[in-house]
């Protein structure tokens, strides 16, 4: 059984920093795109990052500058470190692995075909 398990969500104040994990199981992913996707109450789910088998990385125009993604094929891990956030950011982060090893500019949503359950961060002002 194939599963995506995000950990190191949380609460923090703005200007704060939090870094996400998330770990697979059941089967490789050292050579799919992974991702991080994230959803505020009462919005829609929104790429953040992701990242290819290589290290190749595409990140949305808000995470530029703030959110590094990157990965350990070794461990079946990704990771999503934040800094300076603000209560923007608030939302559950969801990690999620695609089928397809290439990256080329953001995935959708709709082109991940695993996904985590996802962890809660809560930025506060």
């Known amino acids: 059984q194939v599963q995506l398990v995000e950990s190191g969500g949380g609460v923090v104040q703005a200007g704060g920093s939090l870094r996400l994990s998330c770990t697979a199981s059941?089967?490789?992913?050292?050579?799919?795109?992974m991702g991080w996707f994230r959803q505020a109450p009462r919005k829609e789910r929104e790429f953040v990052a992701a990242?290819?088998?290589?290290?190749?990385?595409s990140n949305a125009d808000s995470a530029k500058g703030r959110f590094t993604i990157s990965r350990d094929n070794a461990e079946n891990t990704i990771y999503l470190q934040m800094n300076s956030l603000n209560p923007e950011d608030t939302a559950v982060y969801y990690c999620?692995?695609?089928?397809?090893?290439?990256?080329?500019?953001?995935?959708?949503?709709?082109?991940?075909?695993?996904w985590g359950k996802g962890t809660l961060v809560t930025v506060s002002s």
């Open positions: 999620a692995a695609r089928a397809s090893t290439i990256l080329v500019g953001p995935p959708s949503a709709s082109d991940m075909a695993y």
């Open positions: 990242i290819s088998w290589r290290g190749s990385t």
């Open positions: 059941g089967r490789t992913f050292s050579k799919n795109v």
